[in-house]
DNA sequence: TTCAAAACATGACTTGCGTCATGTTTTATA
DNA sequence: TATAAAACATGACGCAAGTCATGTTTTGAA
């Protein structure tokens, strides 16, 4: 629940360079001429910290492809309480969800955390992309489900597990998903202060901190939100699934 | 947690009799050749209560669709607790996902809430389907986003609500979904126990027997598990959202 | 380098809910 | 319709985690 500044001014949208686009899958599917009609209708924007590249509420426009940095998928209550239900990473697609059909509204927000940089097309071009090619079609397809899965397992989690448990969880996913291996240990690559990790496992920030603090003792982790390292996965994997 | 008997032998899967399939609304996207080809592959499969149409670490053989009845989906931790992720109903797609790529296994189990009958069709037919029908595939995709919402949807209110509210937005869920009026009220068509809605809201039978007795004592609900009656939805609706 | 704002930390107290125990009612099936 | 098994009910008690309060450290921008 921190303040949020709102400078929409930053992000600039425009064409999107040729090349370095090697580790999107969606893109890698198509080739030849449908590839070419996919980059032409791409477009490329940047965020910075504090800005929304959309809020819950807003109607959906555009199709979303991560390219560069982190997106938090974030929704709230009534009561302004927040609950983070994802990390997008690049490769990572949103708004590919039904909230892109009919005249919906986005169910949640998304943030970047710290300087992204997403591609984007408008709806009918993505859609005109998924009549034409069945095996972007597919992709998409496999994508949903896995994105799916992943959404009951956190339900299962958030269900079953006691807050240590669920922030030892994690810790693990983001360390094996996203981590940079240090000789000290495994490095997470964004700043993540003891709050988003609140967000994420769905308990208070004091909670998180004194967890924080007992994971450091057991020498299981260590350090800050800009410098997050893991010690001791192996244990953290136990803790997490007993 | 309760015993569950493993009689597999009732089910039957058989020839799907033509007609009375109007209500599903992947089999009436397609028309003419493509929709004979479909319901060539489709055979229909009854199960009864106890048993399991599949089971959490089974492999995926078939895609399945909801005909008739009620279908539980329900992932368990390692200490033997459960909890039951959705409600299918007719016209619900389940293996859709990413399960169903790959050499991947059920990352749940699947159980009927009474009788059931079950349409299913094998992997290789249903992506053969996929790739020669983009509307089919626009369809699933559409469905995926929509249950991945709902999944969100779930998470959030798992992880920001007390548990009464999340009992209440159950009912109110059922109700507007499945329910059918009655003068006393909107009755749920399904077996329910005391048990189940706690698998369902991430507590514990006790506290949900608590709750609902505090609930019918405010005239919110009645009855048990054979015959469950929403007497005010409005009340619980706002008892939800508060 | 300064200094205000975040972020982190820790204690005290409260509470929602889990656990265990025991009893009653309802439901299925022989 | 008998009767065992589910399902429902209620009380007592404990604890994980929320809340509030106060203080320290770190961070980032001027």
Same mark, same amino acid.
């Given at each position: 629940m921190s303040k949020q500044r709102n400078k929409s001014s930053s992000n600039r949208a425009g064409a999107v360079p040729q090349?370095?686009?090697?580790?999107i899958p969606l893109l890698n599917i198509l080739s030849g001429q449908d590839r070419q009609r996919l980059l032409h209708e791409l477009t490329e924007a940047r965020y910075g910290k504090g800005?929304?590249?959309?809020?819950?509420?807003d109607p959906t426009e555009y199709f979303h492809i991560v390219k560069e940095g982190t997106v938090k998928c974030v929704k709230s209550n009534p009561d302004g309480k927040e609950c983070t239900l994802k990390m997008l990473m690049p490769g990572d697609l949103f708004?590919? /969800?039904?909230?892109?059909? /009919?005249g919906a509204r986005h169910p949640g927000s998304a943030q970047p955390m710290g300087d992204v940089s997403i591609l984007r097309m408008s709806k009918k071009a993505y859609f005109d992309m998924l009549r034409r090619s069945p095996d972007a079609a597919l992709e998409v397809i496999k994508y949903l489900g896995n994105r799916l899965n992943e959404a009951q397992e956190k339900t299962k989690v958030l269900a079953l597990e006691r807050a240590d448990q669920r922030l030892a969880a994690l810790l693990v996913d983001l360390g094996t998903r996203s981590g940079i291996k240090e000789d000290q240990g495994i490095r997470l690559p964004m700043r993540l202060t003891r709050e988003d990790m609140a967000n994420m496992v769905g308990t208070t920030t004091e909670t998180v901190i004194r967890m924080m603090s007992r994971f450091k003792q057991d020498a299981l982790v260590t350090g800050t939100a800009n410098r997050l390292i893991i010690r001791d996965i192996e244990r953290l994997k136990k803790l997490a699934s007993t």
């Open positions: 090349g370095q686009l090697a580790q800005e929304f590249i959309f809020r819950e509420g708004c590919c /969800d039904a909230a892109a059909f /009919d």
